[in-house]
């Protein structure tokens, strides 16, 4: 059942936002990258169902994952037994370099905000809250995509998954962006679509507030831990 009210925003001072699948839809982004990649790499693409189910721990996580899925393909295993350097380690770092490059050229053009995110950021920050964007993606990827979205300007800190030694779900980007706010992590909201969001807020001592419509790795968002479900971010603004 949706837990609509429960979260009292009054003691809050500041809101931690995610970005994928919490303030935009970045699977077109993804999809366009990586196939471009596997391309370049002689290796069939991806459909987007499989990106929506390995995004959310990181790029490298995610082209480790997909890699591996499509070297395990008959059509390409049987090619791996003629080349045996076709392994994920050995195509890693090409894959890597030719997915930044291509992730950088169309960072932005096939994402989309989600409903409620302006009209939910505006209305935190008209509350007094601090707002900052902590992603898993990697910090210059953020960056450009939060300008090239209008987003930028809602923020005064961003912190991408290579800002800190650790990455969602461990507390410590939580803990390390809650001291750049100047915030207690009681006081600190998590805004975000995925369990590693819920497992870090919890570790952290933050309270945490997941939408319904994000990605979750495939699993329902609501066995994740919370302290409210909304529909939109906008919806964090109402008490019902």
């Not at 295993?77 to 994920?88: E, Y």
Request: aromatic share 6%; proline share 5%; hydrophobic share 40%.
């Amino acid at each position: 059942m949706l837990n609509s009210g429960g979260l009292d925003l009054r003691p809050l001072s500041a809101a931690i936002i995610d970005l994928d699948g919490t303030m935009v839809d970045t699977l077109g982004d993804f999809e366009v990258a990586l196939n471009r990649t596997f391309a370049d790499l002689m290796l069939p693409g991806v459909d987007r169902a499989a990106v929506a189910r390995t995004v959310g721990k990181g790029s490298e996580h995610l082209i480790r994952s997909l890699l591996a899925e499509q070297l395990a393909l008959p059509a390409v295993s049987g090619l791996g037994q003629v080349c045996p350097a076709r392994t994920v380690d050995a195509l890693f770092d090409s894959a890597w370099r030719r997915y930044q490059h291509h992730y950088l050229t169309i960072n932005g053009q096939f994402a989309d905000v989600f409903p409620g995110v302006i009209e939910g950021l505006e209305g935190l920050r008209a509350r007094g809250l601090r707002l900052a964007c902590l992603t898993n993606k990697p910090l210059a990827f953020a960056q450009g995509l939060l300008e090239t979205k209008g987003l930028a300007g809602y923020f005064v800190e961003v912190f991408g998954g290579d800002s800190f030694e650790r990455r969602k779900p461990d507390p410590l980007p939580l803990l390390k962006t809650c001291e750049a706010l100047g915030s207690e992590p009681a006081r600190t909201l998590m805004v975000g679509d995925s369990q590693n969001d819920a497992l870090a807020a919890r570790a952290a001592g933050c309270p945490v507030a997941l939408v319904t419509y994000g990605y979750n790795h495939g699993e329902p968002i609501e066995r994740s831990p919370h302290d409210r479900m909304v529909h939109s971010i906008a919806d964090l603004l109402s008490d019902t």
